[in-house]
């Protein structure tokens, strides 16, 4: 079996920086190796000691590029690639103006076939490993992503978008075939490869109760499986809930009425929530999804992270296309912004850990991805600290591997990424 041994500075997360000081939660290696085999890291350590332990295994050098796991992005639209910034609008409007019209093409295979190969090309510039992706209605659209991130070998989750209301025709299952539709394609990817199946009613607006109940019974049957939809976004879409759910205590009641709460429950956004929805999501632990630059660009507040990290799962996302970017690493530095404006800065051992190990607990499969750790799968990024003038004059005064690594966090973008490998294989660099 072949084996890589590769060296660089390395950054391990040995525990959750929002429970512990954030600089002890991670192990600096400046000359650091991971031996990667069959597809997995097979150790990890001090370059010396790995290359005498291997030294039948070839090297590869990569300086002072710093190694970690590859990123995940725990919320994104795939389809929503080609109307990335788009001009203008807040949420409902948003998706009316903007998104609608282009999901409405997904019934065409060979479109949704271009379109994911094109933004699995695009994350994985950016150093991106896994994404948990909405798709659209159209079965097709799922096809198209789960095959070509099949092909590609990445561990990818993601699900067929149900909407039975408050829609374009064109754009509307009903109750019973979008619990068809999602069942048959769970049957079909779940568990295939490194896929994993995601069931996806978009958000209450969109779903009536009775597809809401279909969706919960799904998850019944199907309770190893991922739930994703959106939470609280908007304070306009939560006055939009309350009129469509008379009898809802809130907006997550409109999911937890129809058995669409629980701890593999993705929720995204998650900014205007109730004291009774903060405490109901800690009891239940299920994962708040922070899409930062989304956030900012549709204009819809911020997301309370220094209230919520240490209580539950959350995980980090671009959120493409209402987020402005597919890069986690201007994703991170949006995370800083928002966390600047709401009075809590992020340390960037907590923004790293947010974007791998994080997020990879959000999607329950942190023993699988987002930790340097012998056993785990072998996605991996690499990190050029110094990729551009700007950065590099600025890391070069750094006294430590914190301070090194925050410029490339707050001004990176895919120059940065110097090496992506995912499960073993070297894709970029
Ligand atoms: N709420 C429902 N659908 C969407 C979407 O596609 N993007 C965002 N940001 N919010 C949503
Ligand atoms: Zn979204």
Redesign the pocket.
Known sequence: MSATLLLGQTLAFTADPFTVPPPEAARHDTRGGVLIEGGRIAATGQAEALRRAHPEVPVTDLGQALLLPGFVDAHA?YP?TGIIASWGKR?IDW?NTY?FPEESRFGDAAYAAEVAARYLDLVTAHGTTTVCS?CTIHPESVDALMAEGQARGMRLAAGKTCMDRNAPDSLCDTAQTAYDASKRLLERWHGQDRLSYVITP??SPTSTPEQLSALGALWAEHPDCLMQT?LS?QTDEIAWVAELFLGARDYLDTYEAHGLLGARGLY??AIHLTPRERARLAEVQAALVH?PT?NTF?GSGLFDMAGLAPVLPVGLAT?TG?GSSFSMLRTMAAAYEVGQLAGTPLHPAQLLWLATAGSARALHMGDRIGRLEAGMEADLVALDLASTPAIAQRAGRAQDIWEAVFPTIMMGDDRAVAGVWINGARVKG
Do not use: K, M, P, W
């Open positions: 639209h929503q949420l998706l998104t909405y978009r958000f959106h976004e995204g956004h899409c989304s549709i959120d209402g």
